[in-house]
């Protein structure tokens, strides 16, 4: 199911201070900037902020995204292994699906299908 690790996300109370903090850290500038996401590529893999909001907790406030084939039967396949579905699959943009579960130990396992 999981092919390789493609993106981990930080959820981050501040996002300019995140994405300024980041930037001098690597000396890379992100790829994609908007209000409610930053990315940047770090050699092939995808180092993302997200903006903290209700919904994070201890234990998943960092998300490591593994790259799938067909997102919609993997998160069905998760889900009927015991994983909680937190975001279910959602069009982002440029044909990117993502989601969201959390396994039986409270973590939180990311999927993502496209590009």
């Known amino acids: 199911m999981f092919k390789k ?3 981990v996300i930080y959820n981050v109370p501040d996002l300019q201070q995140a994405k300024d903090w980041y930037s001098k850290l690597t ?3 992100p790829y994609f900037d908007e209000a409610f996401y930053v990315g940047f590529d770090l050699n092939g893999c995808e180092l993302g902020l997200h903006p903290q909001d209700e919904t ?3 234990g998943n ?3 490591s995204h593994w790259a799938v084939d067909d997102i ?3 998160v069905k396949q998760l889900a009927a292994q ?3 579905v937190l975001y279910d699959t959602s069009e982002v943009g440029g044909g990117i699906k993502v989601a969201t579960v959390i ?3 409270g973590n939180a396992v990311g999927l993502i ?3």
Request: charged letters at 20%.
């Open 5 to 7: 690790l493609r993106t």
């Open 27 to 29: 000396g890379v500038q």
């Open 56 to 58: 994070v907790t201890p």
């Open 61 to 63: 406030q960092t998300v």
């Open 72 to 74: 919609e039967n993997c």
């Open 82 to 84: 015991g994983a909680k």
């Open 103 to 105: 396994d039986p130990w």
């Open 113 to 115: 299908e496209g590009a």
